[in-house]
Nanobody
Framework: QVHLVESGGGLVQTGGSLRLSCAASGSIFGINAMGWYRQAPGKQRDLVATISRDSSPNYADSVKGRFTISRDDAKKTVYLQMNSLKFEDTAVYYC?????????WGQGTQVTVSS
């Protein structure tokens, strides 16, 4: 069984920062791309950022220049540093890990940005 445990969400004012973490554990092997998605109420789940096995990042246009994705393969963990947060960043954030053993999702962590 594989678990993705997310942390770091919360309430922050506009312009503030948060750092999300997602640690994988269990019978996961051969991790390739890792990423973050988000889903606001009444909307579909959208890609925020991904990072490849060789640590090449990819960002949604809406977060470029504000968010930074990184990974620590030894810890099987992916991070999302979110700066200059905006009200429209409010959503549930989900981590995603693609591995040889399968594709996995975290349980989600709420990020709320107050205007």
């Amino acid at each position: 069984q594989v678990h993705l445990v997310e942390s770091g969400g919360g309430l922050v004012q506009t312009g503030g920062s948060l750092r999300l973490s997602c640690a994988a554990s269990g019978s996961i092997f051969g991790i390739n791309a890792m990423g973050w998605y988000r889903q606001a109420p009444g909307k579909q789940r959208d890609l925020v950022a991904t990072i490849s096995r060789d640590s090449s990042p990819n960002y949604a246009d809406s977060v470029k220049g504000r968010f930074t994705i990184s990974r620590d393969d030894a810890k099987k963990t992916v991070y999302l540093q979110m700066n200059s947060l905006k009200f429209e960043d409010t959503a549930v954030y989900y981590c995603n890990v693609n591995a040889l053993s399968g594709r996995y999702w975290g349980q989600g962590t709420q990020v709320t940005v107050s205007s």
